[in-house]
């Protein structure tokens, strides 16, 4: 099994906390998504990966269900398994 280090919202350091509350604004939910936590190593790349989903999925006239509908539908044809 594979394991991935990261760095909970409990011992972020500043910039990584800093990250971490930009995605409750962008998600408006109180957690961190563990798949959000995989990139707490590296908070500048975990900044544009959350900046992209809240483009994609988060923002727009279309609704957000539609949207997760259609991304599912691609991860299903690349043979995504998450």
């Known amino acids: 099994m594979a394991f991935?280090?990261?760095?909970?919202?409990?011992?972020?350091?500043?910039?990584?906390?800093?990250?971490?509350?930009?995605?409750?604004?962008?998600?408006?939910?109180?957690?961190?998504?563990?798949?959000?936590?995989?990139f707490s190593l590296r908070p500048g790349s975990m900044r544009r990966m959350i900046r992209t989903w809240e483009l994609t999925l988060w923002v727009g006239d279309e609704p957000r269900a539609s949207r997760e509908l259609v991304a599912s539908v691609v991860s299903r044809l690349n043979d995504c398994h998450y």
């Open 4 to 38: 991935i280090e990261v760095v909970s919202p409990k011992r972020a350091d500043p910039e990584t906390e800093d990250v971490y509350r930009y995605m409750a604004e962008v998600s408006g939910q109180g957690m961190v998504a563990k798949i959000v936590q995989m």
